[in-house]
Every structure is written in C-alpha cells, then in structure tokens.
C-alpha cells in the first residue's frame, strides 16, 4: 500500500465531540423528509430483495415463532406497500415503525432465520440469504447490515437539543508512552491487551498459556508493526503484567483523544474444536447467545471479590452514550470489515466473523472501537499459532493493515 500521509495536519484526527446532546423527549422530532423509500421487494425460499428509490442509514433483521416471521427494520427508510412472496414466504407487510425507521415483515409457513446479506455498492439494494432451521435452532438478537460508506444516508436532524460538556474521563492511571512519528496530526491508535494481573483471562488447556501473556505479545507486535511503517502513532493501554479495570482502557483512549481503540483478546469454548478469530463491535442486543455470554463473561473483568472496581463514570453515563454513538458505533462497524478483510490473508476467521455484544470495554462514546479475538486457547492449532513469534507476526500485520487501510480510506473521503 502506498499512501500519501503527508498533508493531514490533523485530517485524520478524529472529527471533535466534546458536547453530548440531552435530548429532551417531549421536545424531540425528527425529519424524515430525505428518508429513502423502499420501492421494490422480491422474497422467496432462499434470498429476500428489498430495493430503495434513495439512501438509508442501516438495516437490521431479526427472528420470530409463534407465528413465524422475519423482521427487517430499515433506519432511515420510508415504508412502501406489499411485495411478491413466495416459498416458505407466505406474505409480505410494511409499516412505519417510526418516524425514521420502516419494518417489513415476512410471514412464513415455518421457522426460519437470515443467515447472509449485504448492501449493494450503491446502497439501493439490500439482499438477505434466508435459510430455514428447526424451531429449537432459532437463534436470538438481530443481525445488522450497513450500505457502503459513501451511500449512507446522514441521521436525521434534531429539531431541539441542549448541548453540556462531555469532558475527558479524570482517571488516576498514568497515560501510557506514545510511539511512532512525533507529529500530532497523524492518527493516533490505543492497543489494548485485555486482561493483566491477578486476572489472567482464559487459560490453554493444551499448553497452560495465559490469555494475558499471549495477547500482550500480540499488542506489542502490532505497535512495532506500525511504528516501523511510521504511517501512524500508537499507545498501548498495558504493556507489562498490569491490571486495569475496563473503564480505564477506554479512558486511556478518550485521554489520549484517540482516533481507533482497539481491545485484543483470546477466546475459550468447552468445545475444543471451535477455533478460528472474531470482531466485536458494540451492540446493546447482543448478535447471538455466544456474544451475550462474551460480554457477560469479559464485563465480569472488573469485578473482584463480589466488589465492582468499576463503577459508573459520570462521562460516559448512559443517555450520553445512547446519544453521541451512533456514528462512532458507524466507523467502529466499517472498521471491523477492514480487519476481517485484511486479518483473513494471514490468520483464519470464523464463519459470520463480525459480532455484536455490549461490551463495556467498548463504550467510549467518541473513539470508534473493536475488540478483536485472536482465536480459541482451547484449540491446539490457534494457541499454537497465537503463541509463536511468527503466528503473532501474521495477527500484528492483519491488524496493522487494517488500520492503515482505515486511514488511508478517511483520508481519501475528506
């Protein structure tokens, strides 16, 4: 890749949001004017088609029994009329579920979940591969799709919002070394290795690894990557044997005024067969059962002895979060793509690779952000690979890839 890194003077420092809208509900519209309608839809047994006559924001689907039916929720949609149906779909219906979001509604003769889709390049088009499954294999949570970046449609405007500081998180923890060129208007990335101390994460069965100690000398060679590219600056949120509560790590980021914040990480399943990486992004429904089981698992982090060390933290409480995140959970999405393309060269991936769980590692509300699992310590192969010199080299250059990749793109679209 060759990129011309020369003239950002701070291009590509993330855009400002030191306010958070607090929105007071009975005073809050929205303006649905510019929403894009759906103008076709075309559904049978394998593949579901809905076309738009303009842009949206996202779309969502999810399941349901009793009766069955799939739902497709279109932000930034205006519903239409009808559709042709056929197969297992018996009929289609539309609505306006709110002023800014359309559900469609396919009705079956049996259960039924979407396993695939995606937008087209223009964003017009969206198809969903649709598979049926027994009741009992039905799964929970939605799965979400976003059009390409430059066909997206903008949110809607707030009629009436008031504006307080969000402020930067006051955390004691002493910010960490940042490496690389010594120029602030390059990006700046946090890398964070999760777990540390007394808490060492998911321990290998085959070979008695730490989680903490494998994803530590993965951080460490993904920051050595990219200041030997010397594209970008980077910090680490540990780079010894420390612990930290999950707040600190993105309290680190949101210090540093970072641009990605990346979370790596190491998974465990009771089945040793499992392997293979994955992306999470934030959600708060997670994607599947395994995701919410993730976040209940990795959020349990800051808990020792039955005390939380956690806490709420006045600046990123929840309504503030609810409201400045959706473009930033926007980028973090568009991010975890990039990491799925360029990581698959030199590592394997799972099937359905990018997640969704509400991780609160995840929750700075103005620094988009992933948390990558490298891999199963429960399977030979990938701690085998996640151990060595030359297996943490491949995962260092996926990533580093990625993020330069990400870079380069925002800088192309300014």
Same mark, same amino acid.
């Given at each position: 890749?060759?990129?011309?890194?020369? *003239?950002?003077v701070?291009?590509?420092?993330?855009?400002?949001?030191? =306010?958070?809208?607090?929105?007071?509900?009975s005073?809050?519209?929205?303006?649905?004017?510019? $929403?894009?309608?759906?103008?076709?839809?075309?559904?049978?047994?394998?593949?579901?088609?809905?076309?738009?006559?303009?842009?949206?924001?996202? $779309?969502?689907?999810?399941?349901?029994?009793?009766?069955?039916?799939?739902?497709? *929720?279109?932000k930034?949609?205006?519903? +239409?009329?009808g559709?042709?149906?056929?197969?297992?779909? @018996?009929s289609?219906?539309?609505?306006?579920?709110? &002023?800014?979001?359309?559900?469609?509604? =396919?009705?079956?003769?049996?259960?039924?979940?979407?396993t695939?889709?995606?937008?087209?390049?223009?964003?017009?088009?969206?198809?969903?591969?649709?598979?049926?499954v027994?009741? *009992?294999?039905?799964?929970?949570?939605?799965?979400?799709?976003?059009?390409?970046?430059?066909?997206?449609?903008?949110?809607?405007?707030?009629?009436?919002?008031?504006?307080?500081?969000?402020?930067k998180?006051?955390?004691?923890?002493?910010?960490?070394?940042?490496?690389?060129?010594d120029?602030?208007?390059? &990006?700046?990335v946090?890398?964070?290795?999760?777990?540390?101390?007394? *808490?060492p994460?998911?321990?290998?069965?085959?070979s008695?690894k730490?989680?903490?100690?494998?994803?530590? $000398?993965?951080?460490?060679?993904v920051?050595?990557?990219?200041?030997?590219?010397? %594209?970008?600056?980077?910090?680490?949120?540990?780079?010894?044997?420390?612990?930290?509560?999950?707040?600190e %790590?993105? +309290?680190?980021?949101?210090?540093?005024?970072?641009?990605?914040?990346?979370?790596?990480?190491?998974d $465990?399943?009771?089945?040793? #067969?499992?392997?293979?990486?994955?992306v999470?992004?934030?959600?708060?429904v997670?994607?599947?059962?395994?995701?919410?089981?993730l976040?209940a698992?990795?959020?349990?982090?800051?808990?020792?002895?039955?005390?939380?060390?956690?806490?709420a933290?006045?600046?990123?409480? #929840?309504?503030?979060?609810?409201?400045?995140?959706?473009?930033?959970?926007?980028?973090?999405?568009?991010?975890?793509?990039?990491?799925?393309?360029?990581g698959?060269?030199?590592? @394997?991936?799972?099937?359905?690779?990018?997640?969704?769980?509400?991780?609160v590692?995840?929750?700075? &509300?103005?620094?988009?952000?992933?948390?990558?699992e490298?891999?199963y310590?429960?399977? @030979?192969?990938?701690?085998?690979?996640?151990?060595?010199?030359?297996?943490?080299?491949?995962?260092?250059?996926?990533?580093?890839?990625?993020?330069?990749?990400? =870079?380069?793109? @925002?800088?192309?679209?300014?």
């Open positions: 890749m060759n990129f011309d890194w020369t *003239d950002m701070g291009a590509l420092h993330k855009a400002a949001m030191p =306010f958070a809208a607090i929105l007071a509900s005073l809050l519209t929205v303006n649905p004017a510019n $929403a894009g309608s759906v103008s076709r839809i075309d559904a049978n047994d394998g593949q579901i088609t809905v076309s738009f006559d303009g842009l949206v924001e996202s $779309a969502s689907t999810f399941s349901l029994l009793g009766p069955d039916r799939i739902a497709v *929720d279109i930034g949609g205006k519903a +239409g009329r559709g042709r149906a056929a197969g297992m779909i @018996k289609v219906r539309q609505g306006q579920y709110s &002023p800014n979001t359309a559900r469609i509604v =396919f009705d079956l003769d049996r259960p039924a979940v979407i695939a889709g995606g937008f087209s390049a223009d964003g017009k088009s969206l198809k969903l591969s649709l598979q049926s027994g009741s *009992d294999a039905l799964k929970k949570g939605r799965k979400s799709f976003l059009p390409p970046v430059q066909f997206r449609a903008e949110p809607p405007k707030k009629s009436y919002s008031v504006k307080v500081p969000l402020g998180p006051q955390d004691k923890v002493t910010l960490p070394k940042v490496s690389g060129p120029d602030k208007s390059r &990006p700046l946090v890398i964070d290795a999760g777990h540390g101390g007394h *808490d994460g998911a321990v290998s069965p085959h008695g730490y989680e903490k100690t494998v994803v530590l $000398a993965i951080a460490k060679a920051r050595d990557q990219l200041v030997a590219s010397g %594209r970008v600056r980077v910090a680490l949120t540990r780079d010894t044997d420390k612990y930290l509560v999950l707040e %790590r993105y +309290g680190i980021a949101r210090r540093l005024d970072a641009d990605l914040f990346i979370s790596i990480h190491a $465990a399943a009771g089945n040793q #067969s499992a392997n293979g990486a994955t999470y992004t934030l959600s708060e997670a994607s599947d059962r395994e995701a919410a089981k976040a698992r990795e959020n349990r982090a800051n808990i020792i002895n039955g005390v939380n060390l956690g806490g933290n006045q600046d990123v409480s #929840s309504i503030l979060i609810d409201l400045t995140q959706r473009e930033t959970m926007n980028v973090s999405a568009d991010f975890a793509k990039l990491l799925i393309r360029e698959q060269r030199m590592i @394997k991936f799972r099937s359905n690779p990018h997640r969704f769980a509400s991780l590692v995840l929750k700075a &509300p103005d620094t988009p952000s992933v948390l990558f490298t891999g310590l429960t399977n @030979k192969d990938d701690v085998a690979l996640l151990s060595s010199r030359n297996g943490q080299s491949k995962v260092a250059i996926g990533i580093a890839n990625a993020i330069e990749a990400h =870079f380069a793109r @925002k800088l192309a679209q300014r």
